[in-house]
């Protein structure tokens, strides 16, 4: 037998009820930039491969879905934004009035072994902040963060920003005397999924000393700032935990040393987003990057963002029935007692000049298969075109979440479907 196309590993179809979930979460996501006053970019699906050799950390490296072209460039498929945004960030310079906030919903590739939560294709909310050194710019991100959760429907039991500091880190490794910190890193990010022994063999290979992986271990589990030995890595902490429960979200945050983050570029305050059983993979991930557009061959230009993907999302607002059960964009459905086929399309043309969603039967059928026609498309209510007592401008009508019945103009039609 012939085989049919199959979808590729890792990707999705979106089918219109997905779709109805896709456009749900685009849409809090994008109201709640906006709310914070972020402002929309993009860029193009594939970069040269460069711009993330070197830059991004080498696990991202190793899930590049990268190819040649038909002129050799070697290319691949944007893994992550933060790149693209600091090439348009370097291009335009001194052009830019510093700070900005700009926000982008990409699609991204990452080759990665696809499981719950991680697939080959998805999308992301990114929020960032640039041309700041100014710890606000942490407290901004991370209120948007919790606000949009809110938005969702999520509560502060459904969700933790786990909280913690490169720049700590940093000067913490540097007090231990630590000549290599970016291996460390990497080996802090796996520590709790990895057993204790092999954290130990590893920071050994490494070249610490016993002693010394028995303080680092002492100092990652440090769940206070009080605990945390004085430098500037903590007085930011500090600043920041205040501007958070200032602004109301102090039960959505907690300090968490286990978040180091695996991208290679973070050097300051880094956070993830988890929901609060931590049975799934992270919400969201971000942090500090003061030095990207150096590395890149730019000016310095600091920033801050984060990168918050739709799978997870979904997966959480799923379990916790938050997400939209019915179509919610057809108000009108119009229905004919005669089937008269030229009413319709009169009466619906009528109604779209007033950018009235309608929809009508595509063949003359009887009024009861017109009216299963309406509830299957999720209409809010149905106008009769023809009905005996509706003539210029006014309409027989069935509102079907209330089930109220009349006649009347439009504009009280569309008041009962707004209640309803
Ligand atoms: P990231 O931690 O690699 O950070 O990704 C952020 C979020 O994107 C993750 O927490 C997860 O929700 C989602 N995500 C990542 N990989 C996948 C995948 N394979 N499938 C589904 N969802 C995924 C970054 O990408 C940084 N560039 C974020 C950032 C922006 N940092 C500063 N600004």
Redesign the pocket.
């Known amino acids: 037998m012939k085989q049919t196309p199959q979808l590729p590993k ?1 990707t999705r179809d979106f089918y219109p009820v997905d779709m109805r979930v896709q456009n749900h979460i685009f849409s809090i996501w994008r109201q709640a930039a906006l709310k914070f006053g972020y402002e929309e970019y993009e860029g193009p699906t594939f970069e040269h491969l460069e711009l993330y050799t070197g830059k ?1 950390g080498e ?2 490296v190793a ?1 590049l879905y990268n190819f040649t072209d038909k002129s050799d460039r070697a290319l691949a498929l944007r ?5 693209t ?1 600091a090439r348009l960030v370097i291009q335009k310079g001194n052009e830019l009035k510093k700070p900005f906030k700009w926000f982008s919903i990409p699609r ?1 590739f ?1 080759y ?1 072994r ?1 499981q719950k ?8 909310l ?3 902040i640039l041309g700041t050194e100014n710890i606000s710019a942490e407290a901004d991100l991370i209120s948007a963060i919790a606000s949009m959760l809110f938005d969702f429907g999520l509560n502060e039991n459904d969700f933790t920003i786990g909280i913690s500091s490169r720049r700590m880190l940093a000067e913490f490794l540097e007090s231990l005397e630590v000549k290599n910190p970016n291996l460390i890193y990497p080996l802090l990010d796996k520590r709790l999924k990895m057993k204790a022994e092999d954290f130990e063999k590893e920071l050994l290979n490494a070249g610490l000393s016993s002693e010394k992986i028995k303080t680092l271990n002492d100092f990652m589990n440090c769940s206070s700032i009080e605990e945390l030995p004085e430098g500037q890595g903590v007085s930011e902490l500090k600043n920041l935990f205040e501007l958070l429960k200032a602004a109301g979200y102090e039960n959505c945050i907690n300090l968490d040393l286990s978040v180091v ?3 290679a ?2 050097t300051g305050i880094v956070f ?2 988890f929901d609060k059983n931590k049975n799934m ?9 003061d030095n990207l557009t150096e590395t890149l061959g730019g000016q310095k230009i600091t ?11 979904a997966d959480l607002l799923a379990e916790k029935n938050l997400l939209p059960q019915s179509r919610s964009d057809l108000q009108v459905f119009i229905a004919s007692f005669s089937s008269d086929m030229k009413v319709l399309f009169k009466t619906a043309a009528e109604f779209r000049k007033k950018n009235i969603a309608c929809s009508h039967s595509l063949n003359a059928v009887k009024l009861t298969k017109q009216l299963e026609m309406a509830n299957a498309a999720g209409a809010k209510c149905v106008v009769f075109a023809d009905g005996e007592k509706s003539k210029d401008g006014v309409w027989e009508y069935k509102i079907l979440a209330t089930g109220e019945q009349g006649v009347a103009g439009l504009e009280h039609i569309l008041k009962g479907v707004e209640n309803g």
């Open positions: 890792g991004s696990e991202i899930q893994p992550e934004m933060t790149p945004l991204l990452r990665e696809a939560g991680r697939l080959r294709e998805f999308f992301q990114n929020l960032d983050r695996g991208l570029y973070y993830e987003v993979r992270a919400i969201a991930g971000g942090g500090r990057y920033g801050v963002g984060f990168g918050m993907g739709d799978v997870v999302l």
